[in-house]
Each structure stands twice: as C-alpha cells, then as structure tokens.
C-alpha cells in the first residue's frame, strides 16, 4: 500500500506564489523623467521607438488594476494624434527646412501682403516631412513617458512622500495628478452606460455628449479630494519661532536658486566648472530646508 503520510505530506506543502514587488512612485517617476530626457536627447526614430516600446513594456508587466492604472492608452492615443497633427501642419502651412525632393503639391491660397512668411498649401517635400516627423515623434515619446508615470504611480502614495513644507504645492499636485486618472475612468464609464442605452459612444456627436459631463466629473472630483485633504488637517502648521522661519525660507529658496545657476552651468559651456558644485549645494541647501520645514 501506498505510504499515505508522504501523499499528504506532499500534497500540504504550500505553493510559493510570486510576490509583487511595488518600487515608490518617486522612483517610477524618476525613471520616466530620466526616459523623457534621453528622448529629447536625439531625434533618431528608432531609439525614440526602442524608448516608447521600453515604456510601454514596463506598464504592460508592472501596472495594477486601480483607474488611475489605465490612463497610459489615453497618452498613448495622444502621442498618435500630436505626430499626425504635425505632419499635418506640415503640409498645409510649409516648413522652414529647405527640400529637393517634392512628393506631391497642395493648392497654394493666396494670402495679403501682411501675412508674408506664411503659405497655405504649395509643394510637399520628403526633407520637411522627414524634418517634421522626427520632431513629432520625439514630443510623442516625451507624451508616452508621462503617461506610463501616471499609469505606474500611484497618486496617493506619492502626495503621502512629500514633505509637509510644500502643503500648497501638494494639493495643487492632488488636483493636477488626479484629474487625468478620473478623467480616462469617466469616460469609460459613460461610454459604457451609452452603449448599454443603445446610444453612440463615437464620433463627433458621442465625443460633444460625453465630453462636458466627463470634464466636469474629473474636476469636481480632484476638487473635492483637495478639499478632504484641507478638512482632514492635512498641511497645518504649527507656531515656530520667527529665526527658524527666516531659516527654512532662506534655505528653500537659497536652494532652488543653486538649483538653477547649476542647471544652466551644466547646459553652457562656459559653466563646466562650477555647474555641479553649485548644483549640488543648492539640492543640499533646498533639502535641508524641506526637511526642516517639515517639522512644524
């Protein structure tokens, strides 16, 4: 006979399951941020494209189930309509960039004497359409990498990590980075109560009767969450003496300031030298700061 005590033995050993690891919503926007600028660092399609298919892969494996989650299609659909509207442009009001190589011609209008500079219409090159792509696709590729931080970060989690100085900045962070998320959940919503009516969800009429109440929805609902937040006490400050008040302002901006002249030191070539020195002291001066308003 079989040894019954192995079988369950066996059949008792729990079964592992892959746990999820959650990185901070600081770090996904970090990394977001540190795609936008290798994006705005190149015109080269097929590393704007290895950037956008990157994003897109790291949502598709990473993202959760929460509404907020599902505003990367919306960015990506953006991203889509900015590329087209350029080219567009393109062709209808001319480029800069001289071409050689005319692919078709549009009806040129007329225009007076004061709106010399500007054409409508006349012939299309590749140069301009090629010239007008790249720059297209590279404010694409910034699009998408905003989008898959809000597809990524939660936006909860991220106002709980910032420091209670910036009590007016974080509700105005509330409205802004919450108005998106409700906005995508919304217009899912109505467009599935449409449909359920038998009523068109697309095109011009279903986008002019879904759009108000969505957009109306989305602010009010930020608003509020602002006004919870207000309500709950959240930001409120205590009576701190006047020297230590001076201190923190002097820090912050201080810091900020040093922030700035390394930035720019960094970007100009005559800055080399002292461009992160002072960007390094001013993060140090701006974090001090921070840190210390925060405990009021």
């Keep these: ?42 015109t080269n399609p097929l590393l704007l494209a290895l950037l956008m ?27 889509v309509a900015v590329l087209l509207i350029r080219l567009a ?11 050689t190589h005319v692919l078709f011609t549009l ?8 709106a010399q500079g500007i ?22 590729a910034l ?6 931080a809000n597809a990524l970060a939660s936006p909860a989690k991220l106002l709980k990590s910032l420091p209670g100085a910036l009590y007016e900045a974080g509700v105005a962070v509330v409205v802004a980075l919450t108005f998106a998320p409700h906005l995508i959940a919304d217009v899912q919503r109505l ?29 009010e609902r930020s608003v509020a969450l602002a006004a919870a937040m207000d309500a709950r006490g959240y930001g409120r400050t205590a009576e701190v003496p006047a020297p230590v008040r001076r201190m923190t302002t002097a820090l912050t901006l201080g810091g900020l300031l040093g922030v700035c ?18 960007l390094l002291a001013g993060a140090l001066a701006a974090l001090a700061g921070l840190r210390l308003g925060g405990r009021r």
Excluded at 53 to 79: D, Q
Aim: net charge positive.
């Design 191 to 219: 467009r599935a109560a449409r449909r359920l009516r038998g009523r068109p969800d697309r095109g011009v009429r279903g986008l002019f009767q879904v759009g108000l109440p969505v957009l109306e929805g989305a602010l």
């Design 107 to 114: 009806p040129e209008i007329p225009l007076p004497a004061w």
């Design 1 to 42: 006979m079989p040894d019954t005590g192995v079988r369950a033995a066996r059949t008792t050993v729990p079964v592992r399951s892959r746990a999820r690891f959650e990185l901070h919503p600081g770090a996904w926007w970090l990394w977001s941020l540190g795609l936008g600028t290798a994006a705005t660092r190149t």
């Design 53 to 79: 298919a990157v994003a897109g892969y790291v949502v598709a494996v990473h993202r959760s189930s929460a509404p907020w989650a599902r505003s990367y299609t919306a960015f990506a659909k953006l991203a």
């Design 143 to 148: 699009l998408v990498c905003v989008g898959a």
């Design 119 to 140: 054409r409508l219409g006349g012939p299309v090159s590749a140069e301009a359409l090629l010239f007008s792509g790249y720059n297209g696709l590279k404010l694409a």
């Design 89 to 99: 442009f393109t062709a209808v009001l001319g480029s800069p960039v001289p071409g």
């Design 261 to 278: 002249a390394g930035t720019y030191g960094l970007l100009t070539a005559e800055g080399g030298l002292y461009g992160m020195p002072v």
